[in-house]
């Protein structure tokens, strides 16, 4: 495909290409062209890997009346639906889970599984965390330095915590975090996808077998004896249901992990604050503003209009492909003052990185929790804590649906 | 200031209770229940942040004389 150069009054601009690249040498900040993007049309159309031209829409405060909008749809099977690739599309085809469907689908489904995010039985998780975040370090430092803290530290403490929530055997770690890695990966082959996505459905499904003759104390157990065996769900949406958390679970708290160190030792006088406070404020505060500055789903949300909207004079009609970009919405000047800069002592608590609306994410209390154990333990346990590399040389996921950094390699 | 609760809307997040727990909980499920519905005046701006950081619109006030 060729696009002349030549601007005539007949031949319209084409629309900028989505996603968009991060500058170099800035890998927390968004990027440039979709500051631009802000600053000029906060509501505009992109064009997407096939073609097409879905909505862009920058501005916090639209991004969070969109995504609380019930004219727009999560619903990836609905033609118009933003798909980011291939891979994504043709899984979109196979599995239908809450976090795909509308309301009252949606709302159904999502219920089933919010027992076990509610503060307080969240809260009552909070010491067996912390004696999971002090084991693996204990480990960590017991080996001689450098070590990756993304193998050793960020991907085992969210995996280990969800699998024991889900009643998954963590032995079984390799199989399921191979997989997972696959569903977070942007441009995958659609074959691979899917191939890992049933892959883990299959897995669920038979263990959800086995929790209906032996249940324990977990959710697959609770699916299976209170869904799966009332009929009220089937044993394959018992077994997507399963999947999603645990490949939920995985990638992002974990990428919050290692991105946020790398974040603070790039911010010593915010990681001094951090390491001489004990105040839970200051660690709740540092957690918001961390998710608030990475905004590590940095791919947008993506919808369809499911009638005609107005946006910030702009009509989306039926039909129409929505990116809710909450990376840049989180760096908007409108709510967050001097937005660039990470200020662990600002109120961040407005930021939309676990998105907005009836579909925002459903862990996130169990991931605020791990993150303040995380992040109020790290750095105090090994106040040493420093890079065995430069930050130009990190793998950044700059491919990845959730950004982050492949590995992390420290010393103390 | 009275406070009023949409339950069939709740999507469970807590972001109210962790805004403002004094004035709401949460049953089993993580469906918002309040506490007290007309709150004194120390816990009124917490009650506004619960509002602003509601995902599902599930809460509001309404301002009394």
């Known amino acids: 495909m060729t696009e002349t150069v030549t601007t005539t009054a007949t031949t319209p601009t084409p629309h900028p290409e989505f996603p968009m690249a991060r500058a170099s040498g800035c890998p927390f900040d968004p990027p440039p062209a979709l500051r631009e993007q802000r600053n000029g049309e906060p509501v505009s ?41 291939a891979g994504a599309k043709a899984r979109a085809e196979t599995r239908q889970t809450f976090i795909t469907m509308d309301d009252p689908g949606h709302a159904r489904l999502r219920r089933m ?48 915590v969800i699998c024991e929530l889900l009643g998954v055997p963590y032995d079984k770690h390799d199989f399921f975090q191979k997989h997972t890695k ?15 996505s049933e892959a883990l459905i299959d897995y669920l499904q038979g263990l959800l077998a086995d929790k209906l003759a032996e249940p324990g104390d977990d959710i697959l157990s609770d699916l299976a004896t ?56 200051l660690i709740a505060a540092t957690v918001e503003e961390l998710l608030r500055y990475l905004t590590i789903v940095h791919s947008g949300r993506l919808r369809v209009a499911l009638e005609d909207i107005e946006v910030g004079g702009v009509t989306l009609r039926a039909g129409d492909g929505v990116i809710c970009a909450t990376d840049i919405a989180n760096r908007d000047p409108e709510l967050f003052a001097d937005p660039d800069r990470l200020d662990l002592t600002r109120d961040a608590r407005r930021h939309v990185a ?21 992040y109020s333990t790290l750095y105090r346990r090994i106040p040493t804590l420093a890079l065995a590399a430069g930050v130009d040389e990190l793998r950044f996921k700059h491919d990845g649906v959730i950004y982050g950094v492949y590995e992390l390699p420290v010393t103390w | 200031m009275r ?37 004194e005046a120390a816990h009124h701006e917490d009650v506004k942040e619960s509002v602003a950081v509601c995902p599902a619109a599930a809460i509001w006030v309404e301002e009394e004389e």
């Not at chain 1, 639209?62 to 933003?82: C, E, K, M, N």
């Not at chain 1, 990428?255 to 603070?264: C, E, H, Q, S």
């Open chain 2, 3 to 39: 406070v009023k609760v949409d339950q069939p809307k709740c999507v469970a997040s807590g972001q109210c209770v962790l805004a403002a727990p004094a004035v709401f909980d949460q049953d089993d499920d993580g469906i918002v229940r309040i506490l007290v519905d007309r709150p």
């Open chain 1, 45 to 85: 159309r992109v064009r997407l890997w096939d073609g097409s031209n879905p909505w862009l829409i920058t501005r916090h405060d639209q991004v969070r009346a969109l995504l609380g909008d019930p004219r727009i749809s999560a619903d990836p099977t609905r033609p118009g639906y933003p798909h980011r690739d």
């Open chain 1, 113 to 160: 599984v919010t027992a076990p995010f509610a503060i307080k039985k969240v809260e009552a998780m909070r010491p067996a965390i912390q004696k999971i975040v002090d084991d693996l370090l204990d480990t960590m430092l017991a080996a001689p330095g450098p070590v990756d803290l993304v193998e050793a530290f960020a991907l085992p403490l969210p995996s280990l």
């Open chain 1, 226 to 281: 209170k869904r799966v065996a009332t009929g009220e769900l089937t044993a394959r949406e018992a077994a997507e249901m399963g999947s999603l958390l645990l490949a939920a679970g995985h990638e992002t708290t974990a990428n919050m992990i290692a991105l946020g160190t790398v974040a603070l030792l790039q911010h010593p006088d915010q990681l001094a604050l951090l390491r001489d406070s004990d105040d839970p404020k």
């Open chain 1, 182 to 196: 696959v569903l977070v990966r942007r441009n995958g082959d659609p074959q691979e996808v899917i191939a890992a």
């Open chain 1, 354 to 374: 676990f998105g907005f609306g009836v579909h925002q994410c459903l862990g996130q209390p169990l991931a605020r929790v791990e993150l303040q154990v995380v």
